[in-house]
């Protein structure tokens, strides 16, 4: 071996213990922290805008594990998580946790010091995003805005003797009922194991709410507001800088921000009625200024 093939071959080996090394610090853990909801609230929007802090490994998908597979166990969880360096935090996002009576005690019984973030949005615009998404995964109407007001209308009420109510049981109206769900969390975990991020505030000041949710999460606040930037393209909906890349601007893909339908005053001004004491006792509950 000549003196040249002898230093590339020392190179390969340094080169690749230091690779080996940084292989073996990156690991699959449980969560630190999970976003549990509320579906149609922002909730990718924040999962993407917090995976950009460099101490954070978020798992894309959503995971449904206390949910849906719990049956296949804690390690196949574990599987799921990215990989993660030790000075980094592990997130998943699945926001049927937060509606999902089963899931709070499971949670606790993994890691009762787990940090949960709820994201919120007003829930008579959240119920509406959830009636467009499920028109849309039906492929039904979702071009013809007025024919989703009907039956939006015509799903929102139920007939009892004779009076139009509410159908409180509908999932998109039920799911709203932010109260309800987050009382069956506070049996579990303490008011300080929350955050809850103002959905209508994320895309009005987004650096606002990540400031209150890497405070929240103990991390640096290196995301602030020259992060964001909103462009005709999206909406008017903020994306973000890619620290690692800034060149690189991310938006969430076109299936955020589908059209709304314009619902009857009458029938909104009933959503509010319906709404306004379970915002109440809500924020109340949590100690906190209404977002909305
Ligand atoms: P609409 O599609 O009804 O406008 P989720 O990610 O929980 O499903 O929430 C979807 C909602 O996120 C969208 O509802 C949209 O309003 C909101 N959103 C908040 N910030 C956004 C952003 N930066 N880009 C796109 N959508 C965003």
């Known amino acids: 071996m000549n003196g040249t093939n002898f230093l590339v071959l020392v190179s390969i080996m340094v080169i690749g213990s230091q ?13 630190d922290a999970i976003l549990i909801g509320a579906k ?21 998908p959503e995971i449904h594990f206390f949910d849906k597979y719990y049956h296949l166990g804690i390690d196949w969880y574990r599987s799921q998580m990215p990989f993660a360096s030790e000075n980094q935090i592990v997130i998943e996002k699945t926001p049927k946790y937060l509606v999902d009576p089963k ?11 787990v940090k949960l973030i709820v994201i919120l949005r007003n ?32 799903m929102l009420y139920q007939n009892q003797r004779g009076n139009s109510t509410i159908r409180k049981n509908w999932s998109v109206i039920r799911n709203g009922i932010y109260v309800k769900h987050i009382k069956n969390w506070l049996k579990y975990f303490p008011l300080e194991s929350f955050v809850f991020i ?27 507001e020259s992060d964001f930037v909103i462009t005709k393209q999206k909406k008017g909906f903020p994306c973000i800088r890619v620290r690692a890349d800034s060149d690189r601007i991310k938006c969430l893909n076109d299936q955020k921000g589908r059209p709304h339908p314009k ?23 949590i100690n906190q200024k209404p977002f909305w």
């Open 19 to 31: 690779a080996w090394n940084e292989l073996k610090i990156l690991r699959k853990r449980l969560p």
């Open 263 to 285: 619902i009857n005053p009458s029938v909104m001004q009933d959503l509010d009625i319906f709404y306004k004491p379970f915002n109440k006792e809500f924020f109340e509950l």
């Open 40 to 60: 149609k609230s922002g909730t990718r929007a924040l999962l993407t805008f917090i995976s950009t802090h460099p101490n954070v490994s978020a798992a894309n």
């Open 198 to 224: 103002n959905g209508d505030n994320l895309v009005k000041n987004p650096h606002e709410e990540m400031k209150k949710l890497q405070q929240f999460l103990n991390l640096e606040p290196i995301i602030s």
């Open 123 to 154: 829930p008579i615009s959240r119920a509406i995003s959830e009636f467009v998404q499920t028109q849309w995964k039906q492929k039904r109407n979702i071009f013809d805005v007025e024919e989703q007001a009907k039956r939006f209308t015509r």
């Open 103 to 113: 899931v709070a005690q499971r949670v606790y019984n993994m890691n009762k010091n």
